[in-house]
């Protein structure tokens, strides 16, 4: 779209689309439909060209056709005849604990994959919130040993992760 078409069509939405709207509301009864309705029927003139280069009467008898016609489409359709709005949803949503259940078996199989030393590190720091210095006091380990761990244990569960498909 050059320039020209541009300023073309965003005259014709200045000039039209507030009367356009106006017209299409009181058509629908429904102002949400009827700016989905205004906002295909400015697309359209702007696929178009020939029909925003006519005079402003021209143009605006074209874009309410079209927004008329559109409306009618929509009333016509199966969607419209099938289809009722009510403000009352038949059933409530409930929060799917599918993917929390499904990432828990996932860690856990992966965490079985590791050593005992390594999966106790990991349980200790990450689920029980221990430090370093306390797990490597449970342990009767060096801290720099249980830091060791920790990092090792890190890498072969992003491995064991990986080999599962969870991660890249």
Known sequence: ??????????AAHDAHAGALFRYVVRLTRDPAMAEDV????????????????????????????VARNIVIDDRRSARHSREFATDELPERAQSDRTDAVLDTWLVSDALLSLSLEHRTAIVRSYYLGETAVEIAAAEGVPVGTVRSRMHYALRA???ALQERGVTE
């Open 1 to 10: 779209m050059n320039d020209e078409h541009a300023e073309l069509l965003r």
């Open 38 to 65: 205004v906002q295909e029927t400015l697309l359209r003139a702007g696929r178009k060209p020939s029909i925003l280069e006519q005079g402003d009467e021209e143009a605006r008898a074209w874009m309410f056709t």
């Open 157 to 159: 569960l992003r491995l």
